[in-house]
């Protein structure tokens, strides 16, 4: 029977990185930084402001342990109604870092968002 063989076998495979993902740093053993996470989490918007959710200040903190990340969010208020579609889409951006493991998002309302905790740029963006 007769191989086929690839019609260019010195081409480089695709990646299958995701675009726009940060890339990983090999020497970390496949961990996921804190940075990383940051990074990838600036590509969801409060739907209302049209500000990311990291320098809109609703990102508290980012917990990672090797590939496993753990986000605190809390929203501009307890009754918003954006919260579901932004809780969802953060993790849906965390799944698409390469080599991530479990993703858990804690909604936390201690200490309360306050616009003070707006990134001091965007915050003069918007006059306050």
């Known amino acids: 029977m007769d191989q086929i063989q690839d019609p260019t076998p010195d081409a480089e495979p695709a990646s299958t990185e995701i675009s726009g993902a940060a890339p990983q740093d090999p020497s970390t053993g496949g961990a996921i930084s804190a940075d990383q996470a940051r990074l ?4 969801v918007k409060d739907p209302d402001l049209n500000i990311n959710i990291v320098d809109l200040g609703l990102v508290y903190e980012v917990h990672v342990n090797g590939a496993n990340v753990q986000i605190d969010i809390s929203l501009t208020s307890p009754g918003c109604p ?3 579609e932004i809780m969802g889409e953060a993790e849906q951006q965390l799944r698409l870092i390469p080599g991530i493991g479990d993703v858990t998002m804690n909604l936390v309302w201690s ?5 003070e ?12």
């Open 40 to 43: 990838v989490l600036r590509r």
């Open 82 to 84: 954006s919260g579901p």
């Open 111 to 115: 200490p309360p968002w306050t616009p």
């Open 117 to 128: 905790r707006i990134e001091p740029r965007v915050r003069a963006y918007m006059g306050f």
